[in-house]
């Protein structure tokens, strides 16, 4: 059983920065892959970034080289440093971890970028 809380969201201007935060939380803290969807009003849920205990690491074309995700030692904590936003950047994002055969979500953070 995993719980997650998402944190960082909120207003900034286009090329601006964004850091937002994800920690893990229940009787287990062994989660093999952490990352971030995000969904904007009428599109679908994407995968932007993911981080795997195994140190991989993926990112959508559209934020490769402007967005870095992390994970601390303990793997708790999930990061997602956004740099160089773009309106289109705009959207609700969402912690995601996968557990074993489980997945599971948070409850999402609002990020808009405008001027």
């Known amino acids: 059983q995993v719980q997650l809380v998402e944190s960082g969201g909120g207003l900034v201007q286009p090329g601006g920065s964004l850091r937002l935060s994800c920690v893990a939380s229940?009787?287990?803290?062994?989660?093999?892959?952490m990352g971030w969807y995000r969904q904007a009003p009428g599109k679908e849920r994407e995968l932007v970034a993911g981080?795997?205990?195994?140190?991989?690491?993926y990112y959508a074309d559209s934020v490769k080289g402007r967005f870095t995700v992390s994970r601390d030692n303990t793997n708790k904590w999930v990061y997602l440093q956004m740099n160089s936003l773009k309106p289109e950047d705009t959207a609700i994002y969402y912690c995601?971890?996968?557990?074993?055969?489980?997945?599971?979500w948070g409850q999402g953070t609002q990020v808009t970028v405008s001027s």
């Open positions: 981080h795997s205990t195994g140190g991989r690491t």
């Open positions: 229940g009787r287990d803290f062994e989660i093999n892959i």
């Open positions: 995601n971890a996968q557990q074993g055969g489980n997945n599971y």
